[in-house]
């Protein structure tokens, strides 16, 4: 099953005594139907409800490869009502499988770091993610999107969308080594998220992407206002951030990117010297 949501307000009309609005079984059935339990609502109280509230491991998505869990969270009753509950998506640091190219249980952090530089760009890329602990420990935590089924991913790689082209702008910023096809959600409405951006954030050169289409093409001019944006963000509050979840070096190395980005300002090739797409793509 792949991650999925951003999820939304329920109606808080049941008293604090009431039983829990969901069972277990109701639980279990909206985790096998990937659904997203909290309906729409907007990031800040995304963010909210995922930091605070209280998290329910519903099961284990096993075709990830690091440990990934499908839970409930929600949170407290105030004034003698529910409150808001929602499905998402936790990766515990120590579920984190080894790699030889990142450090070690930095994965979740570099998810929560994308998703800050995500949340700089304006231009809703990424699921609301946050850092907290879990039942297993420290972790990142996301609003598991629902996907418009409809959509084969083969055929989204290979179409010139508005959401790829800045997916594939963010990724050259976050040095993602590990953009597949399965890391791209199309929603209904048209919207495309991107997950998974664990892989992100080296200090030397690691881009891997399905998203080459527009390899080398001239950055438009909202792309270069944003990335212009984004180098004065990293000087200030995007790069404080940054650093609670980064090394000094990464940092730096984003903001070098950047400033490569807007001193040449076009989509970057691929490196001849080194794997360009992902394995598997999808």
Same mark, same amino acid.
């Given at each position: ?7 939304? =307000? !329920? =109606?808080? !009309? ?7 609005? %969901? ?16 309906? *729409? ?12 509230? &209280?998290?329910t ?8 490869s ?5 839970? +409930?969270?929600?949170?407290?009753p ?5 409150? #808001? +509950? ?19 249980e ?5 998810? #929560? ?10 231009? &809703?890329? +990424?699921? @609301?993610? #946050?850092?907290?602990?879990? =039942?297993?420990? !420290?972790?990142? #935590? ?8 409809? /959509? ?14 800045? /997916? ?5 910023v ?20 991107? /997950?998974d951006n664990?892989? *992100? ?22 792309e270069?206002?944003? %990335? *212009? ?26 903001? *070098? ?22 394995? @598997?793509?999808?």
């Amino acid at each position: 099953m792949t991650e999925r949501g951003t999820g939304g =307000p !329920s =109606p808080l !009309s049941e008293p604090r005594d009431a039983e829990p609005r %969901l069972t277990p079984q109701e639980m279990e059935a909206a985790a096998m139907a990937g659904r997203q339990v909290g309906g *729409s609502m907007d990031r800040q109280t995304a963010i909210r409800v995922l930091g605070d509230g &209280d998290l329910t491991v519903v099961g284990r998505l096993l075709s990830a490869s690091n440990a990934t869990f499908f839970c +409930i969270v929600e949170e407290h009753p105030q004034d003698g009502s529910w409150g #808001v +509950i929602a499905s998402c998506v936790y990766k515990p640091t120590r579920g984190e499988r080894p790699l030889s190219d990142f450090p070690d249980e930095t994965l979740a952090c570099r998810e #929560v770091a994308a998703h800050a530089v995500a949340v700089a760009t304006g231009w &809703d890329l +990424i699921p @609301p993610t #946050v850092l907290r602990d879990g =039942p297993f420990g !420290s972790g990142m #935590v996301q609003l598991w999107m629902e996907v418009d089924e409809s /959509i084969d991913l083969a055929d989204l790689v290979g179409e010139d969308h508005p959401a790829l082209r800045r /997916i594939a702008v963010l990724d050259a910023v976050l040095n993602n080594a590990d953009r597949k096809g399965g890391h791209l959600l199309p929603l209904p409405g048209g919207r495309v998220l991107g /997950i998974d951006n664990g892989l *992100s954030f080296a200090v030397e050169p690691k881009l891997r992407t399905v998203l080459w289409r527009w390899r080398g093409q001239p950055l438009n001019e909202d792309e270069v206002s944003v %990335l *212009s944006h984004l180098k004065a963000e990293l000087g200030g509050t995007l790069g404080e951030e940054l650093l609670r979840l980064l090394t000094p070096a990464e940092v730096r190395a984003t903001a *070098s990117r950047v400033d490569a980005l807007l001193a040449r300002p076009h989509f970057p090739l691929p490196d001849p010297n080194r794997p360009a797409v992902p394995w @598997p793509p999808f």
